[in-house]
């Protein structure tokens, strides 16, 4: 559910405009497509934490640390235990090796490019979230 007393469409479309820019400039500069599973994948299988990807991945991480210098970062709250996060965890983990790809991979950088595997993977993952909230919600009367 949004936040709406929270939400910002300005810094909201910024952030999607920046991250836009950065997946087209990794693209035509790197020739590679900016998902992050395959990034983080990559500095594990021995590629080492150095080059392109390392630097893709600090500046994510940076980030949110140079949003604070603007103002604080909103309150980070889970409705959910350490062992459904865990679990959540590695379910994403399994479905983006899975699916050669994650979310920013497919959804942003593969459709972009036309990429019919994308598109499938992505309303894979999102009737598979859809579905998920709709059970969760209705079914099971978890959450709002």
């Known amino acids: ?8 469409l300005w810094s909201a479309l910024a952030g999607g405009a920046l991250i836009g820019l950065s997946a087209g400039l990794y693209a035509v500069l790197e020739g590679r497509v900016a998902g992050i599973s395959g990034l983080l994948g990559g500095l594990f299988k021995g590629a080492g934490w150095k ?3 390392l630097f893709f991945l600090l500046g994510i991480l940076a980030a949110p640390l140079l949003w604070t210098v603007q103002r604080p970062l909103p ?16 379910l994403v983990g399994v479905g983006s ?8 991979g497919h959804g942003v950088c593969g459709l ?3 990429s019919g595997r994308s598109l499938v993977a992505t309303l894979c993952f999102m009737g598979t979230g ?15």
């Open 1 to 8: 559910m949004i936040d709406w007393t929270h939400f910002t």
């Open 97 to 104: 090796r899975l699916g050669s790809g994650c979310t920013s």
């Open 130 to 144: 859809f579905a998920t909230v709709f059970v969760a919600r209705h079914l099971l009367g978890n959450g709002a």
């Open 51 to 53: 080059g392109e990807g």
């Open 112 to 114: 972009s490019r036309l």
């Open 75 to 90: 309150e980070i709250r889970f409705d959910a235990g350490w062992m459904t996060l865990v679990a959540a965890g590695l």
